[in-house]
């Protein structure tokens, strides 16, 4: 890790490294350059930037993005306030006044709007333009944009357009490989290594499923979810379908199929 780090890494969330990505996001925080993050769901980007926060001890600010999030949403607006009417910032614009990290989960989702907003703010100018309030708005020193999607995701609507995803250093996540995935799992959920270690290989047989029954494999996340309601006490088997097999499919014939691919795994 990089010496410039304060000795915060005790309160940091639990994170454990894939590659260089701490590093990555380290320079690329020190440098004021914005940082995109590609990866499938639940592969551990937002525990990423909750981690990095901590260590760099900024603040965070975390928009979830969805199809009716605008610029508007991110800035701020004028609101009705007993009686007069103020202004409230967006997320956006605290941590652009604060100095802190600004992380946009699945920037993809959000309205064309967006994109505009932050090409400012991803050169050097490191500008936020504020129309409604006449302000042009000078980031503070510690301000970071992060971003973040799933490229499996991608349609011809809702990609990021070549001018801005060329604003951003890009890091590319994965699943992690089983030394990695299972004491993760372990750590998160309390369970012990061996049953973590199972839990592990079946994600990894429901993983290369993907593109033949199922749109997309299973996570980390669901992984450490069924782990968690197995160290609380839930059978084995059910807490896989709860959390491994039902949230990946809706079709019957699927989740058997699936349940036969357990069974061959887990006994």
């Given at each position: ?46 525990r ?6 901590a ?11 969805h ?17 007069e ?72 609507l809702?990609t ?38 199972l839990?592990v ?40 379908r709860?959390?491994?097999?039902e ?9 058997k ?11």
């Amino acid at each position: 890790m990089d010496g410039r780090f304060p000795t915060q890494g005790a309160q940091a969330p639990y994170y454990l490294a894939q590659g260089d990505e701490c590093q990555v996001f380290a320079a690329a925080y020190h440098a004021n350059l914005p940082l995109l993050l590609k990866g499938p769901t639940g592969c551990g980007k937002t525990r990423f930037v909750a981690h990095m926060a901590a260590r760099l001890n900024r603040p965070l600010y975390t928009v979830a993005c969805h199809d009716d999030l605008s610029a508007a949403d991110l800035i701020g607006r004028y609101l009705l306030k007993g009686g007069e009417t103020v202004w409230m910032d967006g997320p956006l614009t605290r941590a652009v006044r604060e100095g802190a990290i600004c992380y946009l989960d699945e920037v993809v989702e959000a309205r064309k709007d967006v994109a505009v907003v932050l090409h400012p703010l991803t050169d050097d100018r490191r500008m936020l333009p504020i129309d409604r309030t006449g302000e042009e708005l000078q980031a503070a020193p510690g301000f970071m944009l992060v971003a973040s999607y799933n490229p499996g995701y991608q349609n011809i609507l809702k990609t990021l357009k070549p001018s801005t995803r060329q604003r951003f250093l890009s890091v590319e996540f994965t699943f992690p490989k089983p030394a990695q995935e299972i004491p993760v799992v372990a750590q998160e959920s309390g369970l012990g290594p061996e049953q973590a270690a199972l839990l592990v290989r079946l994600g990894g047989k429901l993983r290369a499923l993907k593109g033949q029954d199922l749109e997309e494999g299973v996570s980390t996340r669901l992984v450490v979810y069924a782990a968690t309601l197995i160290a609380n006490g839930m059978d084995f088997h059910r807490a896989i379908r709860a959390a491994m097999i039902e949230p990946l499919t809706d079709d019957p014939e699927i989740r058997k199929g699936l349940m036969d691919v357990v069974v061959a795994v887990t006994g």
